[in-house]
């Protein structure tokens, strides 16, 4: 066991994350750029439940990211402050890399008889991600900022100096309902899943992996 920590301090993902799967039903909701932190902290898990060690019956993740076949406010071009559709396309193709390992990692479980049921599902929305937030198991929230930076990155075949959200550089602010109902904690939670759901069932929809 591990001490919680509080509502004001910044904390890990990795041991809820893995503690979620200690549950009998499993839920993450996650809101982001590319979900390729939720994809490193699901790898400690998911090769516990191959080998025995945890046990979890049914596995639902919602996967929540922009839209980039739509022009953002990051990352564009940092000469200019320009949309570029090839930084576009680069994080479009890096999204469904991470969505698809996911998915089909959580799939193989349920194949594999590991897990009764399994669901990933991956929607996109049109507005810029300037925020992360996971709710794990509807009892845990982790939201953070991302910091917008310089970087050099290589876009079909062309270095581009642009300016990036970068979300190692985020840090996650943990939220629980533990704390009590009436807690900040709580309250918090509860505003994660609303807005979560909010924005999933309106102006979310299905993640085209082409990209059109």
């Known amino acids: ?26 839920s993450i909701d996650f809101a982001g750029f590319s979900s390729e932190t939720l994809h490193s902290a699901l790898q400690e898990p998911i090769d516990k439940i191959r080998v025995g060690r945890l046990t979890p019956s049914s596995i639902n993740i919602r996967i929540l990211v922009p839209d980039m076949s739509v022009p953002h406010a990051a990352p564009v071009r940092r000469e200019d402050g320009a949309d570029d559709p090839r ?8 999204m469904v890399s991470f969505t698809r390992s996911i998915t089909n990692s959580i799939h193989e479980l349920s194949v594999l008889g590991l897990a009764a ?8 929305h049109s507005g810029t991600q300037l925020f992360k937030l ?7 929230a982790f939201f953070g900022y991302y910091p917008i930076r310089p970087n050099k990155v290589v876009a079909e075949g062309e270095v581009i100096e642009i300016y990036d959200l970068v979300g190692a550089d985020a840090t996650l602010f943990h939220y629980s ?29 299905d993640l085209d992996p082409d990209g059109k």
Do not use: C, K
Request: charged share 25%; hydrophobic share 35%; proline share 3%.
């Open 134 to 140: 996971y709710v794990i198991n509807q009892e845990d």
């Open 87 to 94: 930084l576009r396309r680069r994080m479009h193709d890096m």
């Open 177 to 205: 309902v533990n704390e009590g109902e009436s807690s900040s904690g709580a309250q918090q939670v509860e505003q994660a899943l609303m807005w979560f759901d909010n924005v999933w069932n309106t102006i979310g929809r």
């Open 117 to 124: 049921e399994t669901n990933v599902s991956v929607r996109v």
């Open 1 to 26: 066991m591990y001490v919680r920590n509080r509502t004001e301090r910044p904390a890990g993902l990795r041991p809820y994350v893995e503690q979620a799967f200690a549950s009998t039903n499993v």
